[in-house]
């Protein structure tokens, strides 16, 4: 659970990203109200009709209901291992003094690695490095390193949060 200030959908990502301890090496889109918003820069391969509203440029606070009520959305991100993942926007909480924002309130359990191959890749993942005789064993304790999926701290994923991503626009 994350706390943000109002923020572009494009800056959420990144929260959500640093969060989960992923990379942004990927494709992200959220959807909202069954319209899908993204960065069309990125998202439009230019091969069919697609439309996506400006998540560069939308804020929180344009897509959140105005009596600030419980309200879910979905962030995909990869969209070949297909992670959908529903947000819950909790409400709007008035800013303590001297806060610095974002904040990691609560979690649990480590993010699955990136590329690990969506749902059913983690689940074999999982399956292979709790095991020394799976078959691969090996190759997904060499790749993964000292991966612990029980680990979580709140306090270094607030600090990663704070940190960002680095900014690969740079790139372009």
Not at 36 to 57: A, K, N
Not at 128 to 138: F, N, V
Request: proline share 5%.
């Amino acid at each position: 659970r994350i706390q943000v200030k109002n923020c572009t959908l494009d800056k959420l990502h990144e929260h959500i990203q640093t969060a989960m301890g992923w990379t942004n090496s990927h494709l992200h889109q959220f959807e909202i109200d069954g319209e899908r918003y993204g960065d069309p820069e990125l998202i439009d391969d230019g091969f069919e009709d697609f439309h996506c509203v400006d998540s560069t440029v939308t804020k929180i606070s344009e897509i959140v209901p105005k009596d600030g009520k419980r309200f879910r959305f979905t962030y995909e991100y990869d969209f070949g291992d297909d992670w959908q993942h529903e947000v819950i926007f909790d409400g709007c909480l008035r800013a303590e003094k001297g806060q610095r924002y974002p904040i990691c309130v609560e979690g649990e359990r480590a993010c699955p690695p990136e590329d690990v191959g969506g749902v059913w890749g983690y689940a074999e993942f999982l399956e292979a490095i709790a095991d020394p005789k799976h078959e691969q064993h090996d190759d997904f304790v060499e790749w993964a390193g000292d991966f612990d999926p029980e680990e979580f701290d709140a306090a270094k994923t607030t600090k990663a949060m704070r940190r960002g991503l680095p900014d690969w626009r740079q790139y372009r």
